[in-house]
């Protein structure tokens, strides 16, 4: 069981962070609503990527094409990937919030 503990983004593909009942760890979940009654090509896309294991990548540990879900009384068909949680972000944001070319140590621990 997840509990949703906040939105990341509100987009059209919303993306929340949830916290595992069972574990007490924190991920990231992705929602893809169904469009005409058929699963997104952007969620079979993106789960076609869930197989790819690399240090600087975030893992997708989970994706489920036909899931429903119960929002304000309607029962919606939506797909999702479940994600490792990256509480700093991602490398670009870092780059564009911090003096990253100027600090030679956080330089030297990203790049060796």
């Known amino acids: 069981d997840l509990q949703i503990l906040e939105p990341l983004t509100e987009s059209r593909f919303p993306i929340y962070l949830v916290r595992s009942k069972t574990s007490n760890k924190d991920f990231v979940l992705k929602i893809f609503p169904f469009e005409d009654g058929e699963r997104s090509p952007s969620f079979t896309s993106e789960a076609r990527i869930q197989y790819l294991n690399h240090p600087n990548l975030v893992k997708i540990l989970e994706s489920k094409s036909k899931e429903k879900i119960k929002i304000q009384g309607n029962r919606l ?36």
Do not use: C, I, W
């Open 77 to 112: 068909k939506y797909s999702y990937t479940m994600m490792e949680y990256a509480p700093h972000g991602d490398f670009v944001t870092l780059m564009e919030n911090t003096n990253f070319h100027e600090d030679q140590k956080l330089m030297r621990s990203y790049f060796k």
